[in-house]
Nanobody
C-alpha cells in the first residue's frame, strides 16, 4: 500500500504563489507516475499535472506556464509550483501515484486545500 501525504496548501491572494509537496511512502517498487489533481465543490476531480519517473509531463490545458510539476525520485516526492494563482484555482489538491503507464494512478492522498482570494 502506497501512502501519500500532501503539504503546502493554504490561503493566498490572487497573483501569489504556493508550492505543494507530496511524499510517497513505499518500499517495494519505484513509482512510475506521480501527479496532482484538484477538485472544487460540486465539480469532478480533474488533472492538474502529472510526471513519470523518466521526466515526461502531462499538464491540463491552460495550466502549463503557471504551474510546474517536478519530482525527486530518490525520496519519492513530487512538487507542484503554482504561480500567478487565480480565484478559479481554489480547490482541494490531491496527490496521485501509480505503478502503471496510465497518467492517473491508483493511489491518492487526502488532499490539501488551496484557497485563492481576490
Amino acid at each position: 500500500q502506497v501512502q501519500l501525504v500532501e503539504s503546502g496548501g493554504g490561503l493566498v491572494q490572487a497573483g501569489g504563489s504556493l508550492r505543494l509537496s507530496c511524499a510517497a511512502s513505499t518500499s517495494i517498487f519505484s513509482i512510475n507516475v506521480m501527479g496532482w489533481y484538484r477538485q472544487a465543490p460540486g465539480k469532478e476531480r480533474e488533472l492538474v499535472a502529472a510526471i513519470t519517473r523518466s521526466g515526461s509531463t502531462n499538464y491540463a490545458d491552460g495550466l502549463k506556464g503557471r504551474f510546474t510539476i517536478s519530482r525527486n525520485n530518490a525520496n519519492n516526492t513530487t512538487y507542484l509550483q503554482m504561480n500567478n494563482l487565480k480565484p478559479e484555482d481554489t480547490a482541494r489538491y490531491y496527490c496521485n501515484a501509480g505503478y502503471g503507464s496510465s497518467w492517473r494512478g491508483a493511489y491518492w492522498g487526502q488532499g490539501t486545500q488551496v484557497t485563492v482570494s481576490s
